[in-house]
């Protein structure tokens, strides 16, 4: 790929599908990723953890990019999976683009299916497994906190019950925000596929459990 298309070409692409997105996947929620992702390149590169690896850029930064394009469709309705609709689109706006290489297409297609929370693709690529760990730090410390009560917001959803405690409630997603908290953030750290992922998770992962805990006390009045 590196005789197609720049990655501002890619960008400016994958901006034209998040008109209207709820914040909660905006095109902000993309730019995060994708810096977090080099971020995370850049780690494994460097050999900060584990010996270094070799990582493809062009795949990840172009699977960063379009890896949510299809989040609109499926928030309106309009598809079940935005991570199957949107490999496919993203072969088709590469292609577009005047990517031609059957190999990095079908890479960045794995790595588009790989990154949702929710499905059952496990990523199979060190490439998918550095956008799946960046998708999941969004949705974890200072930034994540704010996705949740965004998320919140839009549906009317209760931030907290004294009333249902986290252990009494068997809803998947928890049935207030405060809930969500400790049925789905705080396990993401548990979800990292890389030694640099795992490592700004458990930075993360502290910022949010101090915050619960300060959360939980002003709600009873104690701080």
């Known amino acids: 790929m590196r005789d197609g298309p720049n990655e501002s070409a890619i960008r400016d692409r ?30 494994v590169e460097a050999g ?53 290489d059957d190999a990095v297409l079908d890479a960045v297609d794995h790595c588009i299916r790989a990154h949702r929370f929710s499905n059952d ?34 549906h009317d959803d209760t931030l907290y019950d004294p009333d249902l405690p986290p252990s009494e409630d068997d809803t998947p997603a928890g049935e207030t925000s405060f809930n969500h908290f400790h049925g789905k953030i705080l396990h993401l750290e548990d979800r990292m596929h890389t030694d640099a992922g795992r490592a700004l998770a458990a930075d993360r992962h502290a910022f949010v459990e101090s915050f619960l805990e300060r959360f939980e006390r002003e709600a009873h009045g104690d701080a």
Do not use: M
């Not at 909660?24 to 990723?33: A, L, P």
């Not at 270094?52 to 299809?70: E, K, S, T, Y």
């Not at 693709?121 to 965004?150: C, K, M, Q, Y």
């Open 121 to 154: 693709v496990d990523p199979e690529t060190l490439e998918a497994e550095l956008l799946s760990d960046a998708d999941n730090l969004d949705a974890t410390g200072a930034v994540g906190i704010a996705r949740v009560f965004a998320y919140a917001g839009e």
């Open 48 to 100: 900060e953890h584990d010996p270094p690896r070799d990582v493809n850029r062009d795949v990840l930064v172009a699977a960063g990019w379009l890896h949510d394009v299809g989040r609109g469709r499926e928030d309106r309705g309009e598809i079940d999976d935005h991570a199957a609709w949107g490999a496919s689109e993203a072969r088709d706006v590469l292609r577009d683009l005047g990517v031609d």
């Open 14 to 43: 994958a901006r034209s599908y998040f008109d209207g997105v709820s914040p909660c996947h905006d095109f902000q929620h993309v730019r995060r990723v994708v810096a977090t992702a080099k971020r995370l390149a850049d780690a």
